[in-house]
């Protein structure tokens, strides 16, 4: 069982990146997938969850940029990341928890490696 995330990326204030995390060994349909952020110096956090009837939650200082998806066919869960500011600069990690309404940091099951995105001019 696996999880890798990808799409990171070194870009300027007010541009978008899309992050995939793509599973081997399971299935992620009905599976809640989270996605985390870790910015030096700080703790980890959730920034959005869709859980396993695919409705989704955004930390608050993410609502209205980020947007979490779900790909069955590619087994794949995007975030899609409008707008990207300096204070999203962070390694980005996904991970799931099996059948669950929401992701918690303690809760979660399968972790997958991080990806580094970092938005600075």
Do not use: H
């Not at 990326?9 to 793509?22: D, N």
């Not at 998806?69 to 204070?87: G, H």
């Amino acid at each position: 069982v696996q999880l890798q995330a990808s799409g990171g990326g070194l870009v300027q204030p007010g541009s978008s990146l899309r992050l995939s995390c793509a599973a081997s060994g399971f299935t992620l349909d009905y599976n809640a997938i989270g996605w985390f952020r870790q910015a030096p110096g700080k703790e980890r956090e959730a920034v959005s969850c869709i859980n396993w009837i695919d409705t989704s939650t955004y930390a608050d200082s993410v609502k209205g940029r980020f947007t979490i998806s779900r790909d069955n066919a590619k087994n794949t869960v995007y975030l899609q990341m409008n707008n990207l500011q300096p204070e999203d600069t962070a390694v980005y990690y996904c991970a799931a928890r099996g059948v669950a309404n929401s992701c918690t940091l303690s809760g979660m099951t399968y972790w997958g490696k991080g990806t580094q995105v970092t938005v600075s001019s």
